[in-house]
């Protein structure tokens, strides 16, 4: 098992920048995909940003050239760095990973933008 805790989210104006970090109850070094998902009130959880230990990375149409998603496995934290936010971004983000076919979830961190 591996717990998962978000941190980083809050208030900030349209055009602000945020940066979410994932922290991981354990090593990450063999965990091949973590990702990040959002869910705005009202609408179905989304997908945001997908990173493997190769370093393949994928990325939402909506978020492409504003986030930049990266992991330190080191650290066992991943990390979404969030630019250029918009109102549209409101959400609560969720990290996920993946292992032996379990999926992960951590709690989810609010991520409001003001316009």
């Known amino acids: 098992q591996v717990q998962l805790v978000e941190s980083g989210g809050g208030l900030v104006q349209a055009g602000g920048s945020l940066r979410l970090s994932c922290a991981a109850s354990r090593s990450i070094f063999r965990i091949n995909v973590m990702g990040w998902y959002r869910q705005a009130p009202g609408k179905q959880r989304e997908l945001v940003a997908t990173i493997t230990n190769g370093n393949g990375l994928n990325y939402a149409d909506s978020v492409k050239g504003r986030f930049t998603i990266s992991r330190d496995n080191a650290k066992n934290t991943m990390y979404l760095q969030m630019n250029n936010l918009k109102p549209g971004d409101t959400a609560v983000y969720y990290c996920?990973?993946?292992?032996?076919?379990?999926?992960?979830w951590g709690q989810g961190t609010q991520v409001t933008v003001s316009s």
């Open positions: 996920t990973c993946v292992e032996y076919a379990v999926v992960y």
